[in-house]
């Protein structure tokens, strides 16, 4: 089960991205997905969850409002919408898969992690 996650850039502050985190197989569905993501010298932190039908979704504080997590279980693939970012989001973006029902914050809950993609925001 592998995961891959594209979509970072440059973008000036204010500006939008998509990250998209594409799995290797069907049993996807059977996973609630997460981004979580590491700024330089910074801890990995939660961004995002969003259960295993997409029924149910979770944010940090710190992006709620401006981001969303969405997926699409017919193409494997979940989904990070990004709007009016912020320089303090710049940080490598990773996408993670849980096969826990219940949503949470931790990092080392994680079934399998992808590569990250890195988002860089200028002020």
């Known amino acids: 089960f592998r995961l891959q996650a594209f979509g970072g850039g440059l973008v000036q502050a204010g500006g939008s991205l998509r990250l998209s985190c594409a799995a290797s197989e069907r049993t996807f569905s059977n996973y609630a997905m997460y981004w979580f993501r590491q700024a330089l010298g910074k801890e990995r932190e939660f961004v995002a969850a969003i259960t295993r039908r997409g029924g149910s979704t979770s944010y940090a504080d710190s992006v709620k409002v401006r981001f969303t997590i969405s997926r699409d279980n017919t193409k494997n693939t979940v989904f990070l919408q990004m709007n009016n970012l912020k320089p303090e989001d710049t940080a490598v973006y990773y996408c993670?898969?849980?096969?826990?029902?219940?949503?949470?914050?931790?990092?080392?809950?994680?079934?399998?992690w992808g590569k990250g993609t890195q988002v860089t925001v200028s002020s």
């Open positions: 993670a898969a849980d096969a826990n029902l219940v949503l949470h914050t931790s990092s080392g809950r994680m079934d399998h």
